[in-house]
């Protein structure tokens, strides 16, 4: 299975988690945890993610865990950014 699809620029955990360097499970919790949104599903069920915004979310959330906020003072700050 191809980790990416370059016309949409949706790309799966494991691509995503490498581009970040995190670990997949850390973007499971992500998305567990509402931090992170899921784009959309490969027919098999697998998440697929925007590479662009995701890669975002995820150095701004990595950004906030430097600055040690709490998960919940984490997922405050980003709704606010959001909003």
């Known amino acids: 299975m ?6 949409t620029g949706l790309v799966t955990i494991g ?8 670990l997949p499970s850390t973007v499971r919790y992500y998305v567990k945890e509402g931090l992170l949104q899921v ?7 697998f998440f697929l993610f925007d590479r662009a915004s995701a890669l975002k979310r995820i150095e701004r959330i990595q950004a906030l865990k ?4 709490t998960l919940a003072e984490i997922r405050e700050q980003l709704l606010r950014e959001t909003a």
């Not at 995503?16 to 995190?22: E, F, I, K, S």
């Not at 784009?39 to 069920?45: A, N, S, V």
């Not at 430097?66 to 906020?69: F, I, K, N, S």
């Open 66 to 69: 430097e600055q040690r906020l």
């Open 15 to 22: 691509r995503l988690a490498r581009d970040a360097g995190v």
């Open 2 to 7: 191809s980790t990416a699809n370059h016309v």
């Open 39 to 45: 784009t959309d599903h490969t027919p098999g069920g």
